[in-house]
């Protein structure tokens, strides 16, 4: 039973760490989130008092396509091991990795179709985040019907 119970835990921490690994790297693909990255990184270090001039960032823009196609191919076997197994992951996030990987498509050929893109894959991301929130305001509405919660 032990050995079930360990190739078990070893096959999500496997699962999770695909999952996980695919979601960070797609968005390195897209160039507003490296460009927010770098303004985040450049007004944390203004705080500290470090003055940074330009984009630390800036080369990683060079490596954007490896970048994205690291995370789609990340995103391969994970979508296999979710469906051998779906107890394993959420499906909300394999949803959310998904819409990543597609708005963040940064191939120069593909840029005319780069607002379907978005579209497409800001649905998945919006459709995921309410899936993941609907519940919590169903379970509060429940409460409040019940009485459970005092409104002020």
Do not use: D
């Amino acid at each position: 039973m032990k050995r079930k119970n360990s190739s078990k835990a070893h096959k999500e921490k496997f699962l999770s760490m695909f999952s996980g690994l695919s979601g960070s790297l797609s968005f390195l693909g897209g160039w507003q989130v490296c460009h927010n990255l770098c303004l985040g990184i450049i007004a944390l270090l203004s705080v500290v008092g470090i003055a940074v001039v330009g984009m630390p960032f800036l080369f990683l823009t060079q490596y954007a396509v490896y970048f994205w196609s690291l995370a789609a191919l990340l995103l391969v076997p994970t979508l296999i091991l979710y469906w051998k197994n779906r107890k394993c992951i959420s499906a909300n996030l394999i949803l959310f990795n998904i819409g990543i990987v597609i708005a963040s498509v940064p191939f120069a050929q593909l840029q005319a179709y780069q607002v379907a893109f978005w579209l497409v894959g800001g649905v998945l991301i919006a459709s995921s985040v309410w899936m993941f929130v609907k519940p919590k305001f169903q379970k509060n509405n429940k409460n409040l019907a019940s009485g459970a919660i005092s409104a002020p």
